[in-house]
Structures are given as structure tokens and as C-alpha cells.
């Protein structure tokens, strides 16, 4: 396997000279202050930086030994169907990286994402801050609709509601080049970069998406659609019209537009939204978005009292939870859902969150809307489960339709509570069996632990953390990694850790009743990932509840869960883990990192309880309903949710 060799890891990273290179007009000043620029001034600032062989290294040797705890890595050797196309030797990859000549340090991280965000495992993805603080938005958002009993592709008919709420400083920007993106409204797209509509969203699927293991869920982000960002109602612009990151300046579309019967091929030009730290030129863009800052590299919780830092806030470490959550940069600068879309049926309690409930007309079906299992307050969301399910049964409703549409998942314990609590108490331990990856340098983080007496509220290794699969909890004294428990994937010796429950319940801080508020024949779920796929999983495997998913490809399968894990690390946790068991210098610890990025991975292993010797990641779950967006639909969640029960309660 490929392993990079130790490199020194003492230069300040905030003080590395590494410079751009000296022109005439800095590019990085020239774009400072805006929030819009266009992408070949974006690109100009972030190529300024010179390619450096130390910060390669660093990089390198550091993802190369995160991945030493990837759950899934011997698995991607030959991903089994329908997931063939994530199929990787991944340390083929690294090496093929670290042989390769780059003039910028733009090229080498954009090989280093791109890389990663193509194994299609939102949890396990490299993201460079310097090269991700754009998000390019095309005044074009597309949607995959079915009109007049056929399947394509348009530009967004709310395309100018929705683009105008960006703002003057991006329209204007249009009108100053002669640019009518309003006329684009509606059209219908024949064409892209030349090829077929389908196919070119099957390239972006497999280039840029990369949040998904399943490739229709990927099809599905390519396009536009609603969701929850923070607390609001927003629209996405999708993965064509609002990629992370500058590739390109403009995309060639071939199209009809609305009222016309003639094909015409328009460039539509790209424009910059800068989503990362405020600069004013090159050196301040770099020292403030590129190199390492004080939550970019773990700490030893042992010796940092009460509260450490992550992504830059002060966080308790009581607050420290397990997370399976994939990263959209596109929150970073959520538009708001024009207004005319915004549900108008009547809310009901619980709804001030991330879960927004509402009454359907027909009185008889209630409407939760889970938009995130991450919220900013942890029993709020439970608190706000309870309070809807009692205004709906206060409100005479006997079934329930379950939105999950761009819920990317968050706090594990909360998907299992909501599961539990549409379940009942009755269906005992509401999550999955769990592992994580007994490589040799985990084995030495738990004996560790085990011997520095540390336990759950420092670290996720702590054998406190999890109990046996007859709900007892390890003992902290409990080394449950050690001897490992064999297990081959792909003809590879891939030891795991004893099989193991999470212990959410013991932080529940609301009742869970005996019986379901509804029969599981009442419950109605659409698709998602990460925690949230867990949850409708759980649904799926152990409730055998209805399950719909909107939108994909003509003529290919959707799978109703995109990417589903168990628990989900940045690089500061594992580094944190690390530290806090001291046994940073062993020489197969991964290096702090010299630049401000995060190789995030999945950590822990969730088992299929249809099939225990199949990761549910990797079993393929079809969804009983399979619908096509149309126009009345595709933005519009209250008459989604108001068609839907029509379908799936008839």
C-alpha cells in the first residue's frame, strides 16, 4: 500500500512563505471586498499561489493515514452493484497524485478534491478552504421535469424570482456585460457543452456531485430544488447551476426559450459568490483562507479544559455528539425559496427549527418536515418532535407524510429518536449494529484510553461510548478492538472492531411512548443521506414504511438513501482523538496539517439488519414510489406533499 514518508510539521503554517507569484496588479486584490467577481478573476487570485513540494507532502501523508481509518476503503477495489461506478484503488490514486507535476497549488488540491469527492462518500472527502471559499452560480438553474408526458430538462420557470434574491451585485453584473438571463426563464434545454441533457448531468453525477454513493441521488443534485437551510425555507441551486469551487466561466447551452419554436445556443456566463474569509490581497487571502488556523488540527481534550475549538467557535465539550452529515458548501450562501412557494397551509407547533409541520387540506395528514438532524439545539429538536406529534393527533390527523428532500443528516441520536419515537419504545434499540476499522494505530487509541482511565466525555474511543448488542455498556475498562474481529471485503484481510450499539437512549431528554403515534402503515418518507439515510433506513428495514423518491434519470433506478454511514470524523476529531490518547508520535499518527483543509472520513460501519454481513451503504433499498417532478411540483412543497399523499395513502 502507499504510505508517504514522515516530513517535518513544525513551521507555523500562518507564517509559511509561500507567496504569489509577483505581477504587475495583484489578482488578489483586484477581487478583495466583492461578493461577486467573475470566475477568471476568481481563478487568477487562487493560480497566484505557487505550487510547493512541503505543503504537497504535508497534505499527502496526512490523507494518506486518514484513510487508514476509512471504513469503506477495501470495499471501493470492486464497489459491488448498483455502485460500480465507485470503484477505486485509492492508494493507487495518492501515488499517482504525489508523482505528478503541478504549477500551482490551485492544481494540486483541485486533484487532491476532485479525487476524493469522486469516491461519492460524502463523508469522506478532502475540502482545501483556499480552493472551495468560491461557489460559481449560473443565472440558469435547470430542473428535470415531466411535461406533457414527457421527461427533460428546462431552465427553472422560477428562474428570475429566485436568481433576483442574490441581489443587485449579481444581476447588475449581467446587465453591465448585455446579458438577458431573465428571456432564459422556462426554456426548454436541448443541449449542454454538446451533449444530450441526461448525459451531461450523468458527467457532472460522477465529477462534481460526489456526496452519494448512488448515482441517481447524484442525478438528483445536479438540479435545482427546495430544502431547509438554517431554520428557512431555501432553494438549491444544484450542482450545474452552483458548483463549489471555479472550473469554468460559462456554460454553452443549446435551448428553446418559453414562447418560441427556434433553437438558438447561448454561452451563459458564470459569476463568482466568495462564501470564505474577508481579505484585501494576496497575502491576507492566503494567510486567512489557505494556511492552518487554530481549528483547522485537533487538540488534547485531556489538557484543554471545559471547551475546545471547532471550525472557529468555542464549543463545550459536553455538546461533543456523534455525527454522520455530509458538508454543502452551498449553504455558505442559501437563497431563500421565492415567496410564492413558501407553504401557505396552516404550521403547527414545532416548527420554529429545522422540522416545519404543517396540516394538509384534506385534514387527515399531517406534513414533518425534517430538513436537518443537525440543529443548533439538541433537545429542542426532540422537544419540537413531541409538540408536533401532539398538535397533529390534537388535530385529529391519522397519517403522516415525512419530508426529507436536502436533509444531509447530523447527530446520530437524533435520528434515532425521531425513528424510535414514530416506532414506539416496543421496537427496543433504535439504531444499528455498528464497527469501526481495527487498524493498528486505533488498537493503540483505545489501549491508550483504556490505560490514561479517559472515557466518553474526552473521546469516541472510549469504550463507555458503546454497549454490547445486549444493550449493556462496555465497562471503561473494556478493550473492544482488541483482538480484532476478522473480516475480508474484496479478498482483503480488513480487520474490524466487536460489533457494538450505539447508546443514544441514555441521552434522550424526552419520553419515548410504548406504542407508534401512527401505524407504520399511516408514515410516508422520502429520500436522503448520511444520519437522515440511517432514519429512513431504520424506517425501511424495520417498519417496512412507504417510501417515495422524486425526480432521477429517465429509465434509471433510484435508490431512496444517497450515502449511509454510521458516524462521520473531520480531521480535527480523529486528530483529536489522537492527541488526547497521547500517542500523537507514533509513526503512523497523521501529521498536522500546514493548510486550512479537512480530510473528513466515515469513521464507523453501520450493519444491514436484512442482511448482518452487508454495510447498509452498500444494500440496495428501492423505494416502493418512484415519481416524476413536474411543473406544479419541483419548487413547490406543498403541492409535492399535497400529490404525494394522493399517491401513497389511496
Not at 434499540?429 to 483505545?446: D, E, M
Request: glycine share 6%.
Amino acid at each position: 500500500m502507499f504510505r508517504l514518508g514522515p516530513i517535518l510539521v513544525t513551521i507555523l503554517a500562518a507564517t509559511y512563505p509561500i507567496t504569489a507569484v509577483p505581477t504587475a496588479d495583484d489578482p488578489c486584490a483586484k477581487i478583495a471586498g466583492k461578493a461577486f467577481v467573475p470566475p477568471a478573476d476568481a481563478l487568477a487570485c487562487e493560480k497566484s499561489f505557487p505550487f510547493n513540494e512541503t505543503l504537497r507532502q504535508n497534505v499527502l501523508n496526512n490523507i494518506a493515514r486518514v484513510f487508514d481509518f476509512f471504513t469503506f476503503e477495501e470495499f471501493y477495489l470492486n464497489s459491488p452493484p448498483p455502485f460500480q461506478e465507485s470503484t477505486a484503488d485509492i492508494r493507487a490514486r495518492l501515488a499517482e497524485i504525489n508523482s505528478t507535476t503541478f504549477e500551482t497549488d490551485y492544481d494540486f488540491n483541485i486533484a487532491v478534491y476532485d479525487f476524493t469527492t469522486q469516491l461519492n462518500d460524502g463523508h469522506t472527502r478532502y475540502f482545501p478552504d483556499c480552493y472551495t471559499s468560491f461557489q460559481n452560480v449560473l443565472p440558469a438553474p435547470f430542473i428535470n421535469i415531466e411535461l406533457d408526458g414527457e421527461q427533460g430538462v428546462f431552465v427553472a420557470f422560477d428562474s428570475v424570482d429566485f436568481i433576483s434574491l442574490l441581489g443587485p451585485e449579481y444581476t447588475d453584473f449581467f446587465d453591465s456585460i448585455n446579458f438577458d438571463w431573465k428571456r432564459l426563464a422556462g426554456a426548454q434545454v436541448l443541449e449542454i457543452e454538446g451533449q444530450a441533457p441526461y448525459d451531461y448531468a450523468d458527467f457532472i453525477a460522477k465529477t462534481v456531485s460526489g456526496n452519494y454513493l448512488d448515482h441517481g441521488v447524484r442525478v438528483n443534485s445536479v438540479f435545482t430544488s427546495y430544502r431547509i437551510s438554517g431554520t428557512n425555507f431555501s432553494q438549491r441551486l444544484g450542482d450545474l447551476a452552483g458548483p463549489t469551487g471555479v472550473k469554468q466561466t460559462s456554460l454553452n447551452v443549446k435551448l428553446i426559450t418559453a414562447n418560441s419554436t427556434e433553437e438558438e445556443t447561448v454561452d451563459i456566463p458564470y459569476l463568482a459568490n466568495f462564501i470564505g474569509v474577508n481579505f484585501t490581497d494576496a497575502e491576507t487571502f492566503w494567510s486567512r483562507n489557505c494556511a492552518a488556523n487554530d481549528s483547522t488540527n485537533g487538540v488534547d481534550f485531556s489538557a484543554s479544559g471545559s471547551s475546545f475549538r471547532a471550525g472557529g467557535n468555542v464549543v463545550e465539550r459536553a455538546s461533543r455528539r456523534a455525527r454522520g452529515v455530509i458538508v454543502d458548501k452551498s449553504n455558505s450562501s442559501a437563497i431563500g425559496l421565492p415567496q410564492q412557494f413558501e407553504p401557505t397551509i396552516p404550521s403547527v407547533d414545532g416548527s420554529t427549527g429545522v422540522i416545519k409541520n404543517f396540516l394538509l387540506p384534506d385534514n387527515e395528514t399531517g406534513v414533518m418536515f425534517v430538513g436537518s438532524f443537525e440543529p443548533d439545539d439538541f433537545d429542542q429538536f426532540q422537544t419540537d418532535v413531541v409538540d408536533a406529534i401532539d398538535s397533529f393527533k390534537a388535530a385529529g390527523v391519522t397519517r403522516l407524510l415525512i419530508d426529507l428532500t436536502n436533509n444531509g443528516g447530523g447527530f446520530v441520536c437524533l435520528g434515532q429518536f425521531l425513528f424510535q419515537y414514530l416506532a414506539g419504545a416496543k421496537i427496543g434499540y433504535p439504531g444499528f449494529v455498528s464497527t469501526n476499522r481495527a487498524n493498528p494505530l486505533a488498537q493503540k487509541i483505545v489501549a491508550a484510553d483504556i490505560a490514561r482511565g479517559l472515557n466518553s466525555t474526552l473521546t469516541f474511543y472510549s469504550p463507555d461510548n458503546w454497549a454490547a448488542l445486549n444493550d449493556t455498556l462496555f465497562p471503561e475498562n473494556f478493550d473492544y478492538i482488541d483482538p480484532p474481529a476478522p473480516f475480508e471485503v474484496n479478498g482483503v484481510q480488513d480487520p474490524t472492531s466487536q460489533r457494538f450499539h450505539d447508546t443514544c437512549e441514555l441521552g434522550f431528554s424526552q419520553d419515548v411512548p410504548e406504542e407508534p403515534p401512527f401505524p407504520p402503515e399511516n408514515l410516508a418518507i422520502g429520500n436522503c443521506a448520511s444520519t437522515c439515510a440511517m432514519f429512513s433506513t431504520l424506517m425501511n428495514e424495520r417498519l417496512g414504511t412507504k417510501i417515495a423518491v422524486f425526480g432521477g434519470k429517465p429509465g434509471e433506478n433510484v435508490e431512496f438513501k444517497g450515502m449511509a454511514g454510521n458516524q462521520v470524523l473531520e480531521w480535527s476529531d480523529l486528530d483529536s482523538e489522537i492527541k488526547t490518547a497521547h500517542v500523537k508520535d507514533d509513526p503512523l499518527a497523521p501529521p498536522d496539517l500546514l493548510v486550512s483543509s479537512n480530510m473528513r472520513h466515515n469513521w464507523r460501519t453501520a450493519w444491514s439488519w436484512l442482511n448482518e454481513s452487508v454495510p447498509i451503504a452498500y444494500l440496495s433499498e428501492l423505494p416502493m414510489f418512484r415519481f416524476n417532478y413536474t411543473k406544479d411540483t419541483v419548487v413547490n412543497p406543498q403541492n409535492l406533499w399535497i400529490f404525494a399523499t394522493s399517491q401513497m395513502f389511496s
